[in-house]
């Protein structure tokens, strides 16, 4: 298996600018999260999906930020518009059967994210 | 949501086992223990958990306490790779949050 795929891995960008990050999560895992990382806020939840549905979406720090997840294989994590302060490293994880705690996060190697 | 204390870092030498520790005195009956790691530059990265019972796998041990209060997660021999991030996580659904966690330093 080829594990979480994020995509792009490095994202620079102007603000006031669109950015669309993407995640494919491990075949066969029915739950996705998205975390953002920060030096001064560590890793921070920000929404995650059961089954292509959101099920808590509270981290999400404004309505800048939009998630989806159209079927089972994909999912974006929006911003529009950016600003400098949502710099940071966006991981994407996933994992199979709900009630995670049974079951490991497999996450992502991040997409790092600047804008300038 | 029940919350964990770690310290903020750690040293071991090579090849010498490691025990970090965790407290969780606000614990719920149906929290599981996690730890995950996070290698530089890396994502995080499952470790073990467990619910009463120690485990053990072949990354590492996991010792809970009678009480369920604390845990300490043993690595039985480290190496320079296992230098990371160390972070102890309560759950008992499908919401894993993570604190600021353990720095491990691993000194040749």
């Known amino acids: 298996d080829a594990g979480v795929i994020q995509s792009p891995r490095h994202e620079v960008t102007e603000m006031g600018q669109e950015v669309t990050l993407r995640c494919k999560p491990i075949s066969g895992h029915n739950s996705l999260f998205w975390y953002r990382q920060t030096m001064m806020r560590g890793l921070e939840l920000l929404i995650y999906?059961?089954?292509?549905?959101?099920?808590?979406d509270s981290g999400m720090p404004e309505d800048r930020f939009s998630a989806k997840m159209p079927n089972a294989s994909f999912s974006t994590l929006k911003i529009q518009p950016s600003e400098p302060r949502d710099s940071a490293v966006y991981f994407c994880a996933s994992s199979r059967e709900t009630g995670a705690a049974n079951y490991g996060y497999t996450f992502g190697s991040g997409t790092r994210l600047t804008v300038v | 949501d029940a919350k964990t204390t770690q310290p903020n870092s750690m040293e071991s030498n090579e090849e010498e086992p490691v025990h970090l520790p965790c407290n969780h005195s606000t614990i719920s009956g149906t929290d599981y223990i996690h730890w995950y790691r996070q290698l530089p530059s890396q994502g995080p990265e499952y470790v073990i958990h467990g619910l009463t019972s120690n485990v053990n796998n072949r990354m590492a041990s996991l010792a809970i306490a009678e009480d369920r209060k604390s845990s300490t997660l043993i690595l039985h021999r480290a190496t320079l790779r296992d230098a990371a991030v160390y972070y102890c996580?309560?759950?008992?659904?499908?919401?894993?949050?993570f604190g600021a966690g353990t720095r491990l330093t691993v000194k040749p």
């Open positions: 999906f059961n089954n292509n549905v959101p099920i808590d």
């Open positions: 996580i309560l759950s008992n659904n499908n919401d894993m949050r």
